[in-house]
């Protein structure tokens, strides 16, 4: 989803009339569209799976959503591992992998790579790091690798986003 969308989905989420009857869940004090972004986007998700699937209590939502913060943070992290994750947040590995696709609509691994690769993109754009820099800041073993899953993710090589950045 598109940062736009993501605003407009907000936008007609806040505008309806039981968010406007409940303001206080959206305070002026929220100061990233991804801090009420990513609970609404759960929410949806978890509106549109749960009739067929198993509940998540509060307590093991409120795990995965620290652990969602925490690979936020560590995505580059060399030892990250589905049992250090389960080991660090008090989860077991069905429990982790299963209840982060069902509340956030992707895989572990699947946001770690997003995670990367937008980070990727940065590099590229705003630091002007060439592609064996950005891969081997981000622990590829070869730039054709980051290359691959660069291209897999937006739809183009990053040697494209690079020369339009030099046209531009």
Not at 68 to 90: A, M, N, Q, V
Request: aromatic share 12%; hydrophobic share 45%; glycine share 4%.
């Amino acid at each position: 989803m598109t940062p736009k969308t993501q605003r407009d989905a907000l936008n007609a989420i806040a505008n309806h009339a039981f968010f406007k009857d409940h303001a206080t869940l959206f305070t002026k004090e929220q100061t990233s569209d991804n801090e009420l972004w990513d609970p609404l986007q759960a929410l949806m998700h978890f509106q549109v799976t749960a009739a067929g699937t198993q509940r998540i209590s509060i307590v093991d939502a409120e795990r995965l959503q620290a652990v969602k913060d925490y690979l936020r943070t560590e995505y580059l992290c060399p030892e990250l591992s589905l049992g250090l994750i389960c080991r660090r947040f008090g989860l077991n590995e069905f429990k982790l992998k299963r209840g982060f696709k069902q509340l956030f609509g992707n895989t572990v691994f699947g946001f770690v790579q997003e995670m990367k690769m937008k980070a990727a993109r940065r590099m590229l754009v705003e630091k002007r790091l060439n592609v064996n820099e950005v891969a081997d800041h981000l622990g590829y073993s070869s730039p054709n690798h980051f290359s691959a899953a660069f291209k897999k993710m937006f739809g183009y090589p990053p040697a494209k986003l690079k020369a339009f950045i030099v046209v531009a």
